[in-house]
């Protein structure tokens, strides 16, 4: 969920970047004051009631006129990871049995929001065949959907790859009541298994994914990967 903090802070939960522990971390703390509609609400839902549909935004609606939520912009706080680990995470969920490229969301039903709705249908066993069939329809896919979370309002966005310290960062710069040590202690959540096989990048995909992904390889952080050279482009497979 999103989550509204005591205080008044908003944590907007990205898809497969550590928020199931974040969430976890921040209720046991003792932090959190209210869910905010959907488990991953991106900014537009959480600032706007135009931004929400059906039970959603009933929900919303109803913690408005209750008074639990803020009346203006809130400090807001995501996380995201390298846009290729993204890619490889996503991967490696739905390759779980109990996933298995279940379809999340509707595009065509308003009602039935995902963020990853996008990705229905667009899964594959073969990893390389994934990642062909994401960027062919959605060029540029994760620095997109990030781009819905981070917005120009956002306050905080911190690093999976640093996800516990970054965690005890924002909570010191909102000056929350916590405890560091248990932080630092609590056990992972939700992290899939990592597979032996089939999770090795095409170098020549890689490349274009690097360069459909640039602007948010930049945008925060992550431009040590360098722009693979102009003209270069993916093999032309068409995969299903």
């Not at 270069?232 to 093999?235: F, N, Q, V």
């Given at each position: 969920m999103a989550l509204l903090?005591?205080?008044g802070s908003v944590f907007l939960h990205v898809p497969k970047t550590g928020g199931r522990w974040v969430t976890a971390v921040l209720t046991a703390a003792g932090l959190v004051e209210s869910h905010l509609g959907h488990m991953h609400a991106d900014a537009e839902r959480v600032l706007s009631p135009n931004g929400g549909s059906g039970r959603h935004l009933i929900r919303y609606l109803l913690k408005r006129r209750l008074g639990l939520l803020p009346r203006t912009s809130p400090f807001m706080f995501c996380f995201i990871r390298h846009p290729?680990?993204?890619?490889?995470?996503?991967?490696?969920?739905n390759c779980?049995?109990?996933v298995n490229w279940r379809f999340e969301g509707d595009v065509q039903d308003p009602h039935n929001w995902h963020p990853n709705a996008p990705l229905n249908g667009l899964g594959s066993p073969d990893f390389n065949c994934f990642v062909r069939n994401v960027i062919?329809?959605?060029p540029g896919y994760v620095t997109e959907m990030y781009s819905r979370f981070a917005v120009p309002q956002i306050s905080f966005v911190g690093k999976q790859e640093n996800?516990?310290?970054d965690l005890i960062a924002v909570l010191k710069k909102l000056q929350l009541p916590f405890d560091e040590q248990f932080i630092r202690g609590f056990d992972k959540v939700?992290?899939?298994p990592k597979r032996s096989t089939g999770l090795i990048w095409d170098p020549e995909l890689e490349a274009e994914v690097i360069r459909q992904e640039y602007a948010g390889l930049v945008r925060w952080g992550y431009a040590e990967t360098q722009l693979p050279t102009p003209g270069?482009?993916?093999?032309a497979i068409e995969c299903q």
């Open positions: 903090l005591k205080g290729l680990d993204w890619y490889e995470s996503f991967f490696n969920y779980e049995p109990d062919r329809n959605y996800l516990c310290d939700g992290v899939s270069r482009s993916m093999a």
